[in-house]
């Protein structure tokens, strides 16, 4: 089993920043790749930026590209969402997931483990 806890969310205008972090204890961390999604009312879960087990490969929805950076401390157990530019419609409950394949995933089904979320809100 992995715990993971988000924390960083809250309310910030449009254009400014927040970083979200994901806490993990459990097994051990950098057996998982990590995942983070977000979900906005009414709509499905949907993929925001991946990272893999030693942090080395990293992949992003275009809708976030550029504007994000997703990273990870494995000494810390941690993983990170720096997300600047921020804009309305990145309004949403972000989760961070893990998995244990090798190969990260944009797939939520593939990711065993998930976080309680965090509410991220960008007023215009």
């Known amino acids: 089993q992995v715990q993971l806890v988000e924390s960083g969310g809250g309310l910030v205008q449009a254009g400014g920043s927040l970083r979200l972090s994901c806490a993990a204890s459990?097994?051990?961390?950098?057996?998982?790749?990590v995942g983070w999604f977000r979900q906005a009312p009414g709509k499905e879960r949907e993929f925001v930026a991946a990272?893999?087990?030693?942090?080395?490969?990293?992949q992003y929805a275009d809708s976030v590209k550029g504007r994000f950076t997703i990273s990870r401390d494995n000494a810390k157990n941690t993983a990170f969402l720096q997300m600047n530019s921020l804009k309305p419609e990145d309004t949403a409950v972000y989760y961070c997931?893990?998995?244990?394949?090798?190969?990260?995933?944009?797939?939520?089904?593939?990711?065993?483990?998930w976080g309680q979320g965090a509410q991220v809100t960008v007023s215009s």
């Open positions: 990272i893999s087990r030693t942090g080395r490969i990293t």
């Open positions: 997931a893990a998995e244990s394949s090798v190969l990260i995933s944009h797939d939520p089904l593939r990711y065993d483990y």
């Open positions: 459990g097994r051990t961390f950098i057996n998982y790749a």
